[in-house]
Structures are given as structure tokens and as C-alpha cells.
């Protein structure tokens, strides 16, 4: 068996798209793909904050301390245009698609009398919201804060009321919110759905194609028939190919997580990035080996899942259209657990799949019940012996093997 | 000496196939078919002494491949028995395939591994190791001039040097009994003379080849003995010139075509049984 497992693995080693899947897509590309997104969403967001806004103000004479504040503001364009005052929404939305002026301010033509009464002054803010960079709304709000602030504290002063006053006229109750969660909760909760979803899906597309290749793809290259002739039994050959998909899936989700790693301390100590200090300081190299423990019987249901379906299929084109449906009911448990109050419990703890992404969530969580555990890595392990054992019988019958 | 007594093999129909049949009308159906089997193989005996070279023949459809499967342990029969030096392949297949090679025109080399790491992979499977597999490796690779390729990978090969390979393949754990499936089918004239010089080669030696061709004149060149099934049960058993001497013209030819019912070699190709079957 161990002589097969060697072949196999030697051949994975030297198949280009077992490498691209395997190892090159987990360490290099994938982080290359985050790292580019975050870059350009990086570059995009100071871009729309350092862009030139040019706008235009309807009745600017109704409040030109508004006016003033704008044009203050660094890389803000007061423009004009023809009948300014006269300009509809239509107009408006219209001169913005057409690009003559980024934002439109209407100011209420009883602005500045409605402020001195102490009242509220409206002003509308026409802009296109759909670019997911908008800093517009951003950028005119902060300008007119100060605005703001100085007229809240001349009404204060007008009325001989102090802030805590003030407090007490606009919210005359609050709720204050004490998280009795710690901070390593806190962070688990929030990246906890995440983890389980992107690991088990790593195991099931790193251990598909070498599965295919070992399965379906020695039928049609005519090399099953001639390892089914040698004095080795069925049931070694069946465990020898499933113990290389087991180990191609763990170590794809092994290299994503290395390189995860390693990706995350260089933009720690490099880029100091906040929030994956944050992760660092409340996930221990204990929980990860925990993750990989949890993880074991899932690339073994993977694997032996997909070695059946590759070794039943006739040929390349039929073992591919079963990997979408076994793609399908393999994601369908694990976005149970995402559901909004699926927890842990001894219900949810034999669902497979679902039980181990939930039980990978508590891990992060560091919210661990070491016996439910226990029972999920139990269950998870006898689920994938059934699943090899038929893996087995199916590879022990001719009309399998052999059907064309 | 390898020795197939009554053998037979028989297929259930999968749900396409039994639809398919539905559909036929009961004419066509051939009389190897019942309602819910096909019956590849019903009567197959011949022996192979030790040195002789077996050319097993037969229309297409005849069961010659599914009766090479049950020689080479690929498949199990359904009934009767096959001997390897007296002892029953059926009873204990793991341990008689040391004794048996198969080679045939679809069987084919793991392309990303040379060679030699090719022909060492089977050597160990067969329980060679070490220093016994090496020299095993380097004779047959003197024997069959492999040596200047053997550290090529099996998907840079022609398809002359992969036959040579295949060979070496074959023959790396020393059988007693070549089962060879066709194996010039396909092939150049240069390839299918390499595998004919292999198994001349084999004339005379202590072991048994059964070679399935339909190359007539590939068996008049190597064979000692032939053996000529038609819908699964022998219609001849016996030395090459005795074949010979059935036909009206003299030659192996004539001699087939006396042997063979034409009007199942005409239908015995149809779609059903090619789609629905297992190795028919």
C-alpha cells in the first residue's frame, strides 16, 4: 500500500495542475489576491478622499457661512453654472451624470433665520451614491460639523444650558452596552463563520482534481486495469488512493493556513495592520492545532466522497458533472452554521459538517466544550469510515470498475 | 501450463440497457441475452502448455477480452476454472497474479513517471526489491533496449518505445502465463513487430502465451496452438496447422470463416451491447 501511496504522490508532485491547486493557489495566490484587493481598495479609498470635488450651491446667500466652510475645505471646487437657483432635481441628477459638478447643496432659502430662531435648517445634498469609494457625504459633513458644533454652543449659551442639559432634552434616556463578551469572543464571533467556510471548501477543491486523476483518470488512461493485476488487494489500492486525496485536501487547508500566517506577521511587522494584531492576540498556536484536529475527518469524508464518484464515473466529462453536486451538499451544511442562531448543542453536534464548522467557531470563539468536541470528532470519524468502507465495496465490484 | 475449463461469464444489464432492450425487437436479440443477463462468455476450455504460444480468435463480440479479464484475474468468472500449474486462479487470484502478465493495446504506462521508476513501481508491487529488482530491471532492459530511454517520462515516449516499456512492464516479475489482449491493435508496423518479436521470443521458453488477435497473419507467424470462440463457446481447439486444414482455401482465413457464424458477426456489434455491458 505504502508503494502505491508513494506513486501516487510522486505523480500528483509532478502534475502542474495539482501543483497550481495544491500548493501554489493556497501560498502564493490566493494571498496575492487578497493582498492585491486590499491594496486597491486601499489606493481607491485615498483617492476619493483626496479627489477634487466640485459642486455648486442653490440660494447661497441663504446661509454663506455654509458656503465659506465648503470652500475651505481642501480640494473642494465651488463652480457655477447658468440660472444656478433655477436648477430642478432632474437638472441636478442631470449636470452630476454629466459630470459638470460633483455635488449640488440646496440651501433652504430661510436657512439662516431658522438658526438664529434656534431651529433646524435642512440642506439637501445631492450627489451619485452608487461608487462604493463615495467620500462625498463624508467629506461635505465633516466640513459643516464645526459649523455645527458652533451653533449648538451659542444656543447653549442663549439659553443658559450646558451640555449635560442639552443630554438631557434630546436623549433623555440612553442604554448604555456592556459586552460581557471578551475580546477574544468578540473577534471569534466575527471571523468565526468565515474560518470553517473557507477551510472545508480548500480541503474539498484541493483534494478534487487529484481525485479525479486517480480515480476516473487512471480508467481512462488504462492504468487502473494494470494495478488491478498486480498481487495487491482491492482494499490496499482503495486505501492507498484515499490516504493521498486525504493528504492533498489537508494539505492545502495546511499551506492556505501557513501561509496565512506568515502573510499575516509580515503585514503585522511591516504594515502594522490593526486587525490582524487584534487576531494574533486572542488565537494561540493551540486553537490552530485544535482547527486541524477538527478538520482530519472532514478531508476524510472529502476524500472518500470523491474517490467514489471519480472511481464510478465512466469517464473525465461524467466524474465532473458529480463534483457539482458533491461541491453543493458539502457547502449546504457548513452555511448552516452561519445561520443567525445556529449554536453549538447536541442537536447540531451530529449533523455532519456543520457540527465541525461550528465546532471550529467555538475554537475561535475560545468558547470550547471539550466533550462536544470529543462527540463531533467521533461522530465525523465514523461517518468517513462508513463512507471509505463503501468507497471499498463500490472498488470490489466489477460492474464498477469495469463499466463502459 | 495454464488450463481454462468451461468457462463462462455473465453480465447484468444496467437500467439503460434493459430500456434499450425494451425497444429491440425480440429477432435481434442475441441468443446469449436474457431478460436480465448478457452471457459474454458460456463455453470456453483450451489449455497452453509451457513454451506454446495460444492464439485465441473470434469475431468482435466473441468474449475474447472478458475470457483475457478472467485469465488475468480482472474479472471473476461465473462459472467454470482455470488452472495455473494445477492450482486454481479463482480460489486465490491475489497469489496467482505473480504468475501472470498482461499486456493489451489499452493498458498503458503512468505518464509522469519514467521509465524505469514505471517498470521498478510493478517490480515492487510484485514483491521485488532492492538489489534483485535492480538487476532485474537492468536485464530486462538489455533485453528489450530500453536503456537509453529509461529515464525519459512515459508521456515523452513514441508509441514503439512505450510498447517496449509496456513489455518490460509486463514481463518484470518473471510470469508463467502472458495474457496479451490484442496488443498490436493500433499500432505501426514497426510497434506490432516489436510485440510479435516479444512474443516469438517466448516460443520455446517455460512459459504459456495466450495472444488474441485479428491479425490472421500474426498467427500464422508466432502461434503454436489456436483457439476460436464465437458467441462465447469454443468452435476450435487445436495446433495452427489442423486450423489450417478446416477452410476450403488452406489458409487461416477460410478456416475462420468456416468456423464463424457470419450472421452474428454481422449483428453481434450492435449499439446495446457496446453502451450497456461490462467489458463484453
Known sequence: MWEIYKKEFLELVRDKRTLIFTVLLPTLIMPAIFGGVAFVM????????????????QNQEAMP??????????????????????????????????????????LPVEGQAL?????????ELHFNNASLTNKIYQRVKSAIDDLNETQQKSLLAKFNLDEETLKGLTRPISIKRVNTADKREDTGEKIGWLLPYALMILILTGAMYPALDMGVGEKERGTLETLLLTPVSRTKIVFAKFFVIFTTGFLTVFLTLASLVIWSLVALNVFAVEAIKKLTEVIAFTDVLLVFTMLAPVAAIFASLLLCASIYAKNFKEAQNYMSPIMMFSIIPIVFSILPGVQLNSTWAWVPLTNVSLAIKEIVKGTVDYGMMGIIFLSTTILAGVLLYFCNLWFNREAVLFRS | MIEVQNLAKSFRYD???????????????DPREDNRHFHAVRDVTFKCEPGKVLGLLGPNGAGKTTTLRMLST????????????GTNVIDSPLTMRKQIGFLSGKTSLYRRLTVKENVAYFGKLHGLSGKALEQKIDKVFDLLDIHSFANKKAEDLS??????????????????VLVLDEPTTGLDVISAKTIVDFIESYRGSNVSVIFSTHHLHEVESVCDQVTLIDKGVTQFNGDVADFRAIGNGNDLYSSFLALVDESSSQSEQSDIKQQAFVGA
Open chain 1, 42 to 57: 486601499d489606493k481607491m479609498n485615498k483617492k476619493a478622499q483626496q479627489e477634487e470635488l466640485t459642486f455648486i450651491v
Open chain 1, 65 to 106: 457661512a455654509v458656503v465659506e466652510a465648503l470652500k475651505k475645505q481642501e480640494n473642494f471646487k465651488l463652480v457655477s453654472v447658468d440660472n444656478i437657483n433655477e436648477l430642478s432635481s432632474e437638472e441636478i441628477k442631470q449636470n452630476i451624470k454629466d459630470k459638470a459638478f460633483k455635488f449640488a447643496l440646496v
Open chain 1, 115 to 123: 438658526l438664529k430662531q434656534g431651529q433646524q435648517a435642512e440642506i
Open chain 2, 15 to 29: 437500467k439503460v440497457a434493459l430500456k434499450e432492450r425494451k425497444k429491440k425487437s425480440r429477432q435481434n436479440i
Open chain 2, 74 to 85: 480482472a474479472l471473476s468468472p461465473t462459472k467454470g476454472s482455470i488452472f495455473i500449474d
Open chain 2, 159 to 176: 508509441t514503439g518505445m512505450q510498447q517496449r516499456a509496456n513489455i518490460a512492464r509486463t514481463v518484470i516479475h518473471d510470469p508463467k
